[in-house]
């Protein structure tokens, strides 16, 4: 526990530090985040897309913002950053531009160290200690964008100004620190962690209504969450369809909308899709220790409780993900799904004596 609050106290200290001068949120956050190896104001390019059509260059993340000039279809951007709905991009004649991420296709890495495109690593998990809310801004007078319920798991990006930083959906959102208890920090590194630390971890969200459907898609998404929870063996391949699957009513499953190719048809495990993303996006955050073998997007759209381009269907035998513990130590796969709040949790197992 000692470790656990230095790491705590010094990861609070860094984000402090990184983000002192900047006075707005939202973006700003992603992108002071990005900009920190930035020489001369000019950012590390980490990635690099295909528009898939005409662009307007836009001088703020924002559809309504002045235009800085125009891309052609199929044009190469240089990109930097990203949060949760947009692109940061550089041109040499223009400097920092933005583009909407789902306008840009064929996004690869062009350094070899550059993290996995498409999530921003998370750095705690907490659990709500009163019902409470999450913010569109670092206040409670502000928009209420999702009703959180106490006892329900989150994670998040850092801490400032004593709100938690929270990408939530497209969007980002804010949770007071005091409406918070169970703090956990992800471990630092690999090497760092020891069994039982977290390695990393990502959070979605899903409506809580009392329809029947939706009361369907609850249940599939605690049941999928209960049969991916266990220890993973180094070398081990895990195939989702194989360890939730099959969808059926003697698995536990119920019948609710199930998204395929952008269009919804009804069916039984509806909402396991989610998990599967979920679980996903924490993988994304683990490098080269994981061998993502198979993974495919719901539709060109993506699947909206998650950043553009990180979703990941299953369900059937060209949906599914898959992948293998490229690490010498096992994982285990901790998730929960509580009150609208899904949570995976990536945790270094004990290796067999």
């Known amino acids: 526990m000692k470790r656990f609050l230095s790491v705590f106290f010094l990861f609070c ?25 930035a020489v001369n104001g000019v950012p590390q390019i980490l990635y690099s897309g295909i528009t898939k059509t005409g662009l307007s260059m836009r001088s703020q993340p924002d559809r309504s913002s002045d235009p800085l000039g125009t891309l052609n279809a199929h044009a190469t951007v240089q990109i930097f950053g990203f949060d949760q709905t947009w692109l940061y991009c550089w041109d040499e004649n223009v400097g920092i531009y933005y583009l909407v991420r789902q306008t840009v296709d064929e996004i690869t890495k062009v350094r070899s160290d550059a993290p996995a495109y498409g999530v921003i690593p998370n750095h705690y998990v907490a659990t709500f200690s009163v019902d409470t809310a999450l913010y569109a801004e670092p206040s409670k007078n502000s928009e209420k964008i999702f009703e959180c319920t106490a006892n329900s798991r989150i994670s998040f990006w850092l801490i400032r100004d004593g709100w938690a930083v929270v990408p939530y959906r497209r969007l980002i959102g804010y949770v007071y620190l005091g409406d918070l208890t169970n703090l956990e920090p992800v471990a630092p590194s690999v090497d760092y962690a020891k069994p039982g630390d977290i390695l990393s971890v990502f959070t979605t969200f899903y409506s809580v209504k009392d329809t029947e459907l939706n009361i369907g898609r609850m249940e599939n998404i605690r049941v999928g969450c209960s049969y991916i929870n266990n220890v993973y063996q180094p070398g081990e391949e895990f195939n989702f369809n194989q360890i939730a699957g099959p969808y059926r009513r003697s698995r536990g499953y119920m019948p609710t909308p199930v998204l395929v190719d952008g269009d919804t048809t009804a069916g039984y495990g509806g909402g396991t899709c989610q998990v599967s993303t979920t679980l996903y996006n924490a993988l994304l955050q683990l490098g080269s220790g994981i061998n993502i073998l198979w993974r495919r997007p719901h539709g060109p759209s993506g699947a909206s409780y998650a950043p553009h381009g990180v979703d990941a269907a299953v369900g059937a035998q060209n949906l599914n993900l898959i ?3 490229a690490f010498d130590f096992p994982i285990e796969i901790d998730s929960t799904a509580t009150n609208g709040a899904l949570c995976i949790c990536i945790r270094k197992a004990a290796s067999a004596s």
Do not use: P, R
């Open 13 to 37: 200290a860094v984000a402090l530090f990184a983000l002192a001068q900047a006075d707005d949120y939202g973006s700003d956050v992603c992108l002071q985040y990005f900009m920190q190896n």
């Open 323 to 325: 992948f293998e513990d």
